[in-house]
């Protein structure tokens, strides 16, 4: 889960390091923005040494990797977390001021479905002044949740209500025990693309970036699901404690280790474009150029992994395949999905826009093995992910 941590101007900044330590060995990931006031009570230095990433503080600041960072870091987001929430923020919040880097992402933040959360730190004649109380009611309204403050000492050394929550109380409030359907389960997943040589530098490959078959692994590790993720070249990494990562680069190398491990999984799902083809002959040596000649490399046909995978399956295996389609979109899809002994199909086309390779996106169609079909819209690869995973049992 992505989590960010908006931190603002209060002495209790001091538990946040602790907080994010929480989140980080539990398997999310960490953004955390933060106030000007807030960085006099906790160093940049800290936050993103723990975090792993650069703190969002300013929004004009030449750093930034976006020129509007308050949208991206929203899209990126799954959960707000405002720790401590002073009474400054809760003001703007209920208010909707948008007035500087933290601010400006919380107001994009609540204008979408994802959960935010606040925890009060203050005074407590601060907390119990009646434009505080009924700012923190207008929050309530507006669907945010309140992770109480407790009574105990304050930085002025009174006794009171105010105490932000602890870090542990926090965490649990933001990632509750939850059902994990798929405990005890373990699925193979194949992702990214495949490359195949034919001298010492030059491959044939293809677009693939691997990110719908990372999030689907993701998905499964998330609800409680052992993952064995097979990944042709890509730049993604998981760490997810769930997830065994195997890396290869050709598709006989993807061959090898799928039928190897499918044997001991409940499932699998097949997202890796794989090459269908592969050069005859391969050489150590990089090809030169010979004047103006051409270059005719004899291509075979490589091993179909769902098609055997399709035949090894017995009992109460899934076997789940992707068609990316260009032209009779359905009619190959289910023709594949029949052939190869699919439990479904998802397929997706490149001639829906925001649907091909390296986008953080995708429109795909749920075709089943009883003929019913189930066309999806476009939506971010994490929502697709998580309609595929639900198709698991």
């Known amino acids: ?27 999310h990931e ?12 906790v160093t940049r230095l800290t936050i993103e040494t723990l975090s792993g990433r650069r703190l969002y503080s300013g929004l004009f600041e030449e750093s930034n990797e976006r ?8 899209e990126w987001g799954d959960e707000l977390l405002i720790a401590p929430a002073t009474a400054n923020i809760i003001a703007k919040m209920a208010n909707g001021i948008a007035d500087d880097a933290l601010s400006t992402l919380t107001l ?18 601060m907390l119990e002044a009646p434009a505080t109380r009924r700012n923190i009611e207008q929050l309530r309204k507006d669907g945010i949740t309140i992770i109480e403050s407790g009574c105990g000492e304050l930085a002025c050394g009174a006794v009171g209500n105010g105490r932000m929550a602890e870090p542990e109380e926090i965490y649990n409030n933001v990632i509750p025990c939850k059902i994990e359907p798929l405990k005890g389960k373990k699925y193979l997943i194949t992702a990214g693309p495949t490359y195949e040589r034919f001298d010492a530098v030059r491959f044939i490959g293809n677009y693939s970036s691997g990110k719908m078959g990372y999030a689907i692994a993701e998905s499964i590790a998330e609800k409680g699901g052992d993952v064995v993720l ?15 990562t195997i890396r290869v680069e050709s598709a006989r190398e993807m061959y090898a280790t799928a039928i190897e491990h499918f044997p001991n999984c409940d499932g699998a799902i097949l997202t890796a474009a794989v090459a269908d083809y592969r050069p005859k002959t391969q050489t150590d040596h990089k090809i030169k150029k010979k004047g103006d000649e051409g270059l005719t490399i004899e291509l075979i046909q490589n091993p179909d992994i769902l098609a055997t995978l399709g035949s090894m399956k017995k009992g109460c295996q899934m076997l789940i395949g992707f068609a990316l389609e260009t032209d009779n979109e359905l009619a190959n899809a289910q023709k594949k999905l029949s052939k190869k002994n699919l ?9 829906d826009r925001g649907a091909g390779f390296g ?4 429109k795909v169609t749920i075709i089943r093995r009883d003929g019913s079909v189930t066309e999806g819209s476009l939506k971010s690869k994490k929502e697709v992910a998580e309609d595929i995973v639900a198709l698991l049992k």
């Not at 994009?108 to 004649?125: D, E, H, L, R």
């Not at 097979?230 to 065994?244: A, L, Q, V």
């Not at 439990?343 to 001639?351: A, F, G, V």
């Open 1 to 27: 889960m992505n989590i960010i941590i908006g931190i603002t101007g209060g002495i209790a900044a001091y538990k946040i390091p602790m907080l994010i330590r929480l989140f980080k060995q539990a398997g």
């Open 30 to 41: 960490v953004q955390c923005v933060a106030t000007d006031h807030a960085l006099q009570f």
């Open 67 to 74: 020129s509007t960072e308050h949208i991206a870091l929203k």
């Open 108 to 125: 994009s933040f609540t204008g979408t479905t994802k959960p935010v959360y606040i925890c009060p730190a203050m005074n407590t004649q």
């Open 230 to 244: 097979i990944s042709g070249p890509t730049h993604i990494e998981s760490k997810h404690s769930r997830i065994n």
């Open 343 to 351: 439990d479904y199909i998802i397929m997706n086309s490149l001639n």
């Open 359 to 362: 986008v953080d996106t995708n």
